[in-house]
């Protein structure tokens, strides 16, 4: 059954010069392999794809049941440089629990 992030999970964000960090945290730890499983690098840069133009980069972390995201290239050469509105990586958290698993 297919279901948004958002149901199974949150995130935390993160963000340096224009490089942004997305964790992904389920709210029970029964769904982190799922997660595992179909929360890929690939997926979330093609979900991504019109943000974020550098590479992703997951990295799991499983004594705590939860991915990292580290993302290049994501926000539009940093919060403090961007003309962008809202460029804070906490904006894209949200974006990534859209994504549909």
Known sequence: ???????????R???KGN??????????EADYPRLVEQATAA???EHLKNVV???ITRYE???ISALLFVCEK?????VTTSLAVD??????????????V
Do not use: F, N, W
């Open 74 to 78: 994501a926000l539009l050469t940093g």
């Open 43 to 45: 997926r979330v840069q």
């Open 61 to 63: 972390l499983p004594h």
């Open 19 to 28: 490089t942004l960090t997305l964790s992904l945290i389920p709210y029970d």
């Open 13 to 15: 964000a993160g963000d």
């Open 87 to 100: 460029m804070h990586g906490k904006t894209l958290g949200y974006a990534l629990l859209e994504m549909e």
């Open 1 to 11: 059954m297919k279901t948004k992030l958002y149901d199974l999970a949150h995130s």
């Open 53 to 55: 133009s550098g590479e």
